[in-house]
């Protein structure tokens, strides 16, 4: 044994007014520091008149806004699609612009595009290396409202278009269009593509447009270029939607659809309405109705459908002639209903599959409603495509190949994220985790609820589940997600700190205080862009409670974590030294106690004890709470903590 662990267990022996000997006790090496994991200055930055203190939006808080008109044909025998985007741009923040910079996701996919040069020759969800695709933006013209050309310089998936006089602070506009095509690709990092299928392609058009790139106060221009991992960070307003495509198609779009009557038949309009009153799904187009051409209106080659969504920062939509589309209407908390749409091939039809979509949509949407806020759109369209799965305002991406638990788990998961980040505007470029992990967290509510928990399989084993989250090859959760190994996205951003969302609500905070805070998060940053100070500055305000400790460990770094029995006196000269139990925090990352206590008559005595207990502590001995022989104590019983060494959290009197 180390003589200065011996010395240490002496000492907490003598102050407790026992010796080793009286009982049982072990000891290993400890990488615990009380003054690294309770250290105080957390914090970088004090609150400011942008962001308060608290956590809430300061009393000058600020945010730009941007509303587009677009009008787009889509060629679907050459994947083209041609447009034109006018963007209204308003300047509120308290600075003069000389410049704005715009987004072109869809550069990432030339041949020199960053994103396309950095994928590695192995698989990724994000592009192939050899792939001979050569896609990318073609910008035909820029141009102000005055229609005077405009200056710009394109960089990768960035355009900065410099204005011929400053653009005023606190209220200033300008207007902006850019005429432009591009070629669909059919594998666009997973988040748009093409899909063949036996009645025609599907086309998920997204990150279609030239987009405005977020001004704050945090960074200025937010100019990450797109690159796979990092998904968005756009600026709020509302969007005029004109799509031009061939006759036999159907367009959905994440949006109002103003003029159904002329993009659909007569019988098929009538049960669109039909559907939108339906609490039951309404077949519009049924499978049998795909392969007739009656089954689309007739006469024309193409038809524009528009369409128009307000307060959303993106808009995105799909397209194709082999769409069977049903629906039914979504009951908000108001009173108030939306309207649950799916569309999806022959293909995806049958065996617990995609027929089933429209009600779990349905489903999704109406339970976070009522647990966090009401759903803000006007519809909620889900999309069978050549995706995995993937999320837009108001319309989303799935797996055309998804059934029963796993199309339900996508669905709920990509309506999710109608509130992080649809609604709460965090951004994805830099911190994955305040949108997929959030979601992640109240995806498991959701699943708990739906149709008596018929696809729901409780955690299990936290203790199991450490060695996969605090692996220490992993980077922190507060990477940036083009700073992670692709392989570790999935543990970072979505499950590890979706699990600490659990953890935090379940056994540091209890649900009433967090499920309170959460709660204040989301409708003080609705249509805001919050930052991760933000979020842990709420948290505790509203809660009552430091949770610096928790924050630094499980998000900042990636600290283990590892409690356990290190003495039990069973028997002492003096009768006040029975009992006497001492644990250690042998890792990083301290966590509150629960301790079983098992007695020769059979009875389990539960302590707890608080995580304050480490804050200047390396071991703690408590008195068990029984003048009965101890038989068995048992550190986490419910195996709710993420131990990744649970083998030193049991003590049995038998094999001592």
């Given at each position: 044994m180390n003589k200065t662990r011996m010395a240490c267990i002496a000492c907490v022996a003598m102050l407790a007014g026992f010796s080793p000997s009286a009982g049982w006790a072990q000891t290993t090496g400890s990488n615990y520091d009380y003054t690294e994991a309770f250290n105080p200055f957390f914090y970088t930055n004090n609150g400011t008149e942008y962001r308060s203190a608290s956590g809430m939006p300061g009393p000058k808080y600020w945010q730009n806004a941007v509303d587009y008109k677009i009008s787009a044909r889509l060629n679907d025998q050459t994947n083209e699609i041609t447009a034109s985007v006018t963007?209204?741009?308003?300047?509120?923040?308290?600075?003069?612009?000389?410049?704005?910079?715009?987004?072109?996701?869809?550069?990432?996919?030339?041949?020199?595009?960053?994103?396309?040069?950095i994928v590695p020759l192995t698989k990724s969800r994000y592009g192939d290396a050899r792939s001979d695709f050569?896609?990318?933006?073609d910008i035909q013209a820029v141009k102000f409202g005055?229609?005077?050309?405009?200056?710009?310089?394109?960089?990768?998936?960035?355009?900065?278009?410099?204005?011929?006089?400053?653009?005023q602070a606190n209220g200033g506009k300008t207007t902006i269009t850019v005429d432009y095509s591009y070629i669909v690709p059919t594998h666009g990092a997973d988040r748009t593509s093409v899909l063949e299928t036996q009645n025609g392609k599907i086309f998920a058009v997204a990150q279609w447009f030239p987009r405005v790139a977020v001004y704050d106060d945090i960074l200025g221009w937010n100019v990450q270029p797109y690159t796979g991992p990092g998904e968005f960070y756009l600026e709020f307003g509302n969007y005029e939607v004109e799509i031009t495509a061939p006759a036999n198609?159907?367009?959905?779009?994440?949006g109002e659809l103003l003029n159904p009557k002329d993009v659909y038949t007569a019988a098929q309009a009538q049960r669109l309405e039909q559907a939108k009153k339906s609490d039951e799904t309404v077949v519009i187009r049924s499978a049998e109705e795909v392969t007739q051409a009656s089954s689309r209106p007739q006469g024309q080659k193409e038809l524009t459908w528009k369409f128009k969504l307000q307060n959303a920062h993106d808009?995105?939509?799909?397209?194709?002639?082999?769409?069977?589309?049903?629906?039914?209407?979504?009951?908000?908390?108001?009173?108030?209903t939306s309207f649950a749409l799916s569309a999806y091939p022959i293909e995806s039809?049958?065996?617990?599959g995609w027929e089933r979509s429209t009600e779990y949509t349905k489903a999704s949407i109406e339970f976070y409603s009522n647990l966090l806020m009401e759903y803000p759109y006007p519809v909620a369209v889900n999309v069978a495509a050549e995706i995995g799965g993937m999320e837009y305002p108001a319309i989303v991406f799935c797996s055309y190949k998804a059934k029963g638990r796993g199309l339900w788990g996508v669905t709920d998961h990509e309506f999710g994220h109608i509130w992080f980040p649809m609604i709460v505007g965090s951004n994805e470029r830099l911190h994955a985790w305040m949108d997929e992990g959030f979601n992640t967290f109240i995806n498991d509510l959701s699943t708990e609820a739906f149709n008596n928990g018929e696809y729901y399989r409780a955690a299990?084993?936290?203790?199991?589940?450490?060695?996969?989250?605090?692996r220490p090859d992993l980077e922190p959760v507060m990477s940036t997600p083009q700073n992670m190994q692709e392989r570790n996205i999935g543990v970072l951003a979505y499950f590890k700190p979706g699990f600490g969302l659990t953890l935090l609500r379940n056994e540091i905070l209890g649900p009433e205080r967090f499920d309170r805070a959460f709660k204040t998060y989301l409708h003080r940053w609705a249509y805001k862009h919050p930052t991760p100070d933000d979020f842990f500055r709420t948290m505790e305000n509203v809660a009552g409670e430091n949770l610096n400790w928790f924050w630094r460990g499980w998000f900042k770094y990636n600290w283990r974590f590892d409690q356990g029995i290190v003495m039990v006196t069973t028997d002492a000269s003096d009768p006040n030294d029975k009992g006497m139990i001492t644990i250690e925090n042998f890792e990083k990352m301290p966590m509150p106690v629960v301790v079983d206590i098992t007695t020769e008559s059979g009875k389990v005595h539960r302590v707890r004890l608080p995580v304050e207990i480490w804050e200047r502590n390396h071991t703690w001995t408590f008195k068990a709470p029984t003048d009965e022989k101890i038989v068995t104590i048992q550190l986490d019983p419910d195996k709710v903590y993420p131990d990744h060494n649970p083998d030193n959290n049991r003590w049995d009197i038998t094999e001592q």
């Amino acid at each position: 044994m180390n003589k200065t662990r011996m010395a240490c267990i002496a000492c907490v022996a003598m102050l407790a007014g026992f010796s080793p000997s009286a009982g049982w006790a072990q000891t290993t090496g400890s990488n615990y520091d009380y003054t690294e994991a309770f250290n105080p200055f957390f914090y970088t930055n004090n609150g400011t008149e942008y962001r308060s203190a608290s956590g809430m939006p300061g009393p000058k808080y600020w945010q730009n806004a941007v509303d587009y008109k677009i009008s787009a044909r889509l060629n679907d025998q050459t994947n083209e699609i041609t447009a034109s985007v006018t963007l209204e741009y308003t300047n509120n923040s308290p600075d003069e612009l000389d410049f704005i910079w715009l987004q072109l996701d869809q550069n990432m996919f030339s041949q020199e595009g960053r994103g396309h040069l950095i994928v590695p020759l192995t698989k990724s969800r994000y592009g192939d290396a050899r792939s001979d695709f050569d896609g990318g933006y073609d910008i035909q013209a820029v141009k102000f409202g005055n229609g005077a050309a405009a200056e710009h310089l394109i960089t990768d998936t960035r355009m900065q278009v410099f204005l011929p006089e400053p653009l005023q602070a606190n209220g200033g506009k300008t207007t902006i269009t850019v005429d432009y095509s591009y070629i669909v690709p059919t594998h666009g990092a997973d988040r748009t593509s093409v899909l063949e299928t036996q009645n025609g392609k599907i086309f998920a058009v997204a990150q279609w447009f030239p987009r405005v790139a977020v001004y704050d106060d945090i960074l200025g221009w937010n100019v990450q270029p797109y690159t796979g991992p990092g998904e968005f960070y756009l600026e709020f307003g509302n969007y005029e939607v004109e799509i031009t495509a061939p006759a036999n198609h159907i367009v959905v779009m994440g949006g109002e659809l103003l003029n159904p009557k002329d993009v659909y038949t007569a019988a098929q309009a009538q049960r669109l309405e039909q559907a939108k009153k339906s609490d039951e799904t309404v077949v519009i187009r049924s499978a049998e109705e795909v392969t007739q051409a009656s089954s689309r209106p007739q006469g024309q080659k193409e038809l524009t459908w528009k369409f128009k969504l307000q307060n959303a920062h993106d808009v995105a939509w799909a397209s194709s002639p082999a769409f069977i589309v049903d629906g039914a209407k979504i009951n908000l908390p108001n009173g108030h209903t939306s309207f649950a749409l799916s569309a999806y091939p022959i293909e995806s039809n049958g065996g617990n599959g995609w027929e089933r979509s429209t009600e779990y949509t349905k489903a999704s949407i109406e339970f976070y409603s009522n647990l966090l806020m009401e759903y803000p759109y006007p519809v909620a369209v889900n999309v069978a495509a050549e995706i995995g799965g993937m999320e837009y305002p108001a319309i989303v991406f799935c797996s055309y190949k998804a059934k029963g638990r796993g199309l339900w788990g996508v669905t709920d998961h990509e309506f999710g994220h109608i509130w992080f980040p649809m609604i709460v505007g965090s951004n994805e470029r830099l911190h994955a985790w305040m949108d997929e992990g959030f979601n992640t967290f109240i995806n498991d509510l959701s699943t708990e609820a739906f149709n008596n928990g018929e696809y729901y399989r409780a955690a299990g084993d936290a203790n199991r589940l450490a060695q996969v989250l605090t692996r220490p090859d992993l980077e922190p959760v507060m990477s940036t997600p083009q700073n992670m190994q692709e392989r570790n996205i999935g543990v970072l951003a979505y499950f590890k700190p979706g699990f600490g969302l659990t953890l935090l609500r379940n056994e540091i905070l209890g649900p009433e205080r967090f499920d309170r805070a959460f709660k204040t998060y989301l409708h003080r940053w609705a249509y805001k862009h919050p930052t991760p100070d933000d979020f842990f500055r709420t948290m505790e305000n509203v809660a009552g409670e430091n949770l610096n400790w928790f924050w630094r460990g499980w998000f900042k770094y990636n600290w283990r974590f590892d409690q356990g029995i290190v003495m039990v006196t069973t028997d002492a000269s003096d009768p006040n030294d029975k009992g006497m139990i001492t644990i250690e925090n042998f890792e990083k990352m301290p966590m509150p106690v629960v301790v079983d206590i098992t007695t020769e008559s059979g009875k389990v005595h539960r302590v707890r004890l608080p995580v304050e207990i480490w804050e200047r502590n390396h071991t703690w001995t408590f008195k068990a709470p029984t003048d009965e022989k101890i038989v068995t104590i048992q550190l986490d019983p419910d195996k709710v903590y993420p131990d990744h060494n649970p083998d030193n959290n049991r003590w049995d009197i038998t094999e001592q």
